[in-house]
């Protein structure tokens, strides 16, 4: 992976391959028995703890959790509130809210997305969701109002 394909957190290979062997492992245990598409996932926190997840489907589909998302919740559960890089096996784009729920604590997260030769490209949240909407939106609203109020 050349420097340029790296977004602005550089993660050394090694790191990388340890986040896909995790989401790989996650994927074992994803209990997917409507779409048949098992799916896990593994996020980087910022102290380099690797979380994992699995997709679990429900029948009510709607209810369902994607591998990202459970992967999520297991390192948010753990305290974590800083990411580095999400790998996802097998690799799919996540969803428009996955997008959301990462970028909730970060755009410059990376995700891990896998190229034709068996390497590995990073991109970050900023390339796969444009014009995001993140706490800093409600930031500048509130700033806005309080203005409105004093002046």
Known sequence: MSAEERP???IDDETIQKLVQAA???????YAP???KPQGAAVLSADGEIFSGAALEFCTYGGSISAE??????ATSAGKRRFKALAIHPFDWPAGVVRQYFVEFG???SLVVPQ???GYKLMS??????EYFSPVNLEVVADEK???LKG
């Open 125 to 130: 949240w900023k390339e796969i969701l444009p």
């Open 146 to 148: 309080a203005k409105q």
């Open 8 to 10: 602005s957190q550089a």
């Open 107 to 109: 755009a410059d997260i």
């Open 69 to 74: 998302t459970a992967c999520l919740i297991h």
């Open 24 to 30: 790989k492992e996650a994927e074992k245990n994803a």
């Open 34 to 36: 409507y779409s048949n």
């Open 116 to 118: 034709k030769d068996g």
